[in-house]
């Protein structure tokens, strides 16, 4: 009897929302239990088999030294590795302490400063190790990771869109917010994948996918000017849960105040 695959699900600095995705797969959860072997997911079961691994899936960011230990660690036990979630692809929301004085805001929140052991940034996985694959979203889409298990299983590719928020909008019939109400929207360059959530319902893309393939910020910021929004508005805009993303983080620091 051939022995199952061995998969492991890692987490770092994050919420834990993106390992949540993975366990509301409900149904679809019992097929990838049963085509593989839940060797640890501390998330879901205390039970630990160790490595190496088939494949291990990783959540959140590297922000202390230790952190930056361990992912060498699981990355030398994994055969593949797929980072899951903002914080995993690009550093997440915590990445926002990049822009800032880290020392500052540990003196301000911490009565002992002295105990805390962080690093000055929150970076993505591929920053540290080498990524066989990472999977975008804040969190991930549970369809997008039930297809990227079931490609890296059966030896193939995952089809995971790379083309922008807009081409779902359009596919959906959603009327362009920005177009129809001039509602600032990230969707122009910000990778497909949310199920068309925030337009659906007369909101602006938030880019919580992060950037899509080449897309054209600068373009993007001159007609986000021309709605009325400020240099300060597109800095922040840019500057959200994938703020430490290429193409956003070079967005918000042109716009970023004098």
């Excluded at 990838?32 to 959140?60: H, K, M, N, Q, W």
């Excluded at 001039?182 to 919580?208: E, K, S």
């Amino acid at each position: 009897m051939t022995a199952k695959p061995k998969l492991a699900v890692w987490k770092f600095s994050s919420c834990d929302g993106c390992q949540l995705s993975l366990l509301d797969c409900e149904d679809e959860l019992l097929a990838v239990a049963g085509a593989v072997e839940i060797a640890y997911f501390l998330e879901a079961s205390r039970a630990v088999t160790s490595g190496p691994y088939d494949l291990s899936l990783v959540e959140g960011s590297i922000t202390t030294p230790h952190d930056a230990e361990r992912i060498r660690k699981v990355r030398r036990q994994s055969r593949t590795l797929i980072t899951i979630g903002a914080c995993a692809t690009a550093g997440g929301i915590q990445a926002l302490k990049n822009f800032a004085n880290v020392q500052s805001f540990i003196r301000s929140v911490y009565p002992h400063p002295e105990f805390i052991d962080t690093l000055a940034t929150s970076t993505a996985i591929k920053d540290h190790v080498p990524v066989d694959f990472e999977l975008r979203g804040c969190p991930i889409s549970k369809h997008q990771l039930l297809e990227l298990v079931s490609a890296v299983l059966n030896l193939r590719k995952p089809v995971i869109p790379t083309a922008s928020q807009c081409l779902e909008c359009k596919r959906a019939g959603t009327v362009c917010v920005m177009v129809a109400s001039g509602t600032p929207c990230l969707g122009p360059v910000t990778q497909a994948g949310c199920g068309n959530l925030c337009p659906a319902h007369d909101r602006g893309c938030y880019g919580c996918f992060g950037p899509a393939e080449a897309p054209n910020t600068a373009s993007l910021a001159q007609h986000l000017a021309v709605l009325g929004q400020s240099r300060r508005d597109i800095e922040l805009a840019f500057r959200s849960f994938n703020a430490n993303a290429e193409a956003f983080r070079r967005e918000g620091n042109a716009h970023e105040r004098e």
